[in-house]
Antibody
Framework: EVQLVESGGGLVQPGGSLRLSCAAS????????MHWVRQAPGKGLEWVAN????????HYVDSVKGRFTISRDNAKNSLYLQMNSLRAEDTAMYFC?????????????WGQGTLVTVSS | ETTLTQSPAFMSATPGDKVSISCKAS??????VNWYQRKPGEAAIFLIQ???TLVPGIPPRFSGSGYGTDFTLTINNIESEDAAYYFC?????????FGQGTRVEIK
């Protein structure tokens, strides 16, 4: 059974940093593109970033470029999101998700999310 | 960036109803739309891929239609367990974008 479990969320002050983790199980993690998606309170979902199987290719939404870094450790079956220079507008539930096997046909499995609150 | 306009934001249905949710894209995205269901505290579930293909294991009362800019998720003979948040995703071009979501309540 595919499982994605996010952790690392919490309350952080504006300008602070946080590192999210996503533990994957039930599939060959190193064979799939992985993504981060977020949802601010009362808002729709926003795609944040993705990373290729071996980590050589990454893409980001403009609003996080230069502040967030997506990474992965295939030996640990883990996905990460390093978030720096956090802003109030980064407050959201953050989800990790697996891309379909071909990589570019959307997302097929999601985690339950971890909540990030940016506030003083 | 492709904007997906999803409607309605909320709907209330009675068991047995037929329910339709719309996603309209700001540009032609072929059939590059997926639909998902999410219940509070649970992971989202993949319902429909490539606009019309039912994901294995999903009940056949769920169906998808559309191509280009207009897409619809239909739930026939809706059941109480279908109360959830539904959303569409376009994966035609980065950044992938989502509809604003529809909360479906079952009376």
């Amino acid at each position: 059974e595919v499982q994605l479990v996010e952790s690392g969320g919490g309350l952080v002050q504006p300008g602070g940093s946080l590192r999210l983790s996503c533990a994957a199980s039930g599939f060959t993690f190193s064979s799939f593109w992985m993504h981060w998606v977020r949802q601010a309170p009362g808002k729709g979902l926003e795609w944040v970033a993705n990373i290729k199987q071996e980590g050589s290719e990454k893409h980001y939404v403009d609003s996080v470029k230069g502040r967030f870094t997506i990474s992965r450790d295939n030996a640990k079956n883990s996905l990460y999101l390093q978030m720096n220079s956090l802003r109030a507008e980064d407050t959201a539930m953050y989800f990790c998700a697996r891309a379909t096997s071909d990589g570019w046909y959307g997302l097929d499995y999601w985690g339950q999310g971890t909540l990030v609150t940016v506030s003083s | 960036e492709t904007t997906l306009t999803q409607s309605p934001a909320f709907m209330s249905a009675t068991p047995g109803d037929k329910v339709s949710i719309s996603c309209k894209a700001s540009q032609d995205i072929d059939d590059d739309v997926n639909w998902y269901q999410r219940k509070p505290g649970e992971a989202a579930i993949f319902l429909i891929q490539e606009a019309t293909t039912l994901v294995p294991g999903i009940p056949p009362r769920f169906s998808g239609s559309g191509y280009g800019t207009d897409f619809t998720l239909t739930i026939n003979n809706i059941e109480s367990e279908d109360a959830a948040y539904y959303f569409c995703l376009q994966h035609d071009t980065l950044p992938w974008t989502f509809g604003q979501g529809t909360r479906v309540e079952i009376k």
